[in-house]
């Protein structure tokens, strides 16, 4: 599975951006990972193809949505009220095996797309 990630860029705190991840093919769940600056690639949210189940992690519950779009196999992370601390590269993941809920860890990861840069200022 190949992931196209694309969206990313430098925004005020309090504003919006959106990301979107393009799938060679659809898998069982897909969803946005974040690496901060010396931190660990931490899950943020996901969704699964069939049903269209959501997860987020709590960090971004009420600000983040995931979504999808079948016929173009793409997935979005839309990104309101954004703070600093959002400020990450983030990376598209997809897992054809099963759906983690939030509990995915990076190391569950099947595939990654390559990171866009968010930048949030305060």
């Known amino acids: 599975v190949q992931l196209q990630a694309s969206g990313g860029g430098l925004v005020q705190a309090g504003g919006s951006l959106r990301l979107s991840c393009a799938a060679s093919?659809?898998?069982?769940?897909m969803g946005w990972f974040r690496q901060a600056p010396g931190k660990e690639r931490e899950f943020v949210g996901s969704i699964t193809w069939s049903v269209g189940n959501t997860y987020y992690a709590d960090s971004v519950k009420g600000r983040f949505t995931v979504s999808r779009d079948n016929a173009k196999n793409t997935v979005y992370l839309q990104m309101n009220s954004l703070k600093f601390e959002d400020t990450a590269v983030y990376y598209c993941?997809?897992?054809?095996?099963?759906?983690?809920?939030?509990?995915?860890?990076?190391?569950?990861?099947?595939?990654w797309g390559q990171g866009t840069q968010v930048t949030v200022s305060s």
């Open positions: 093919r659809r898998t069982f769940s």
């Open positions: 993941a997809a897992s054809p095996r099963r759906n983690w809920g939030s509990s995915w860890l990076a190391t569950n990861v099947d595939y």
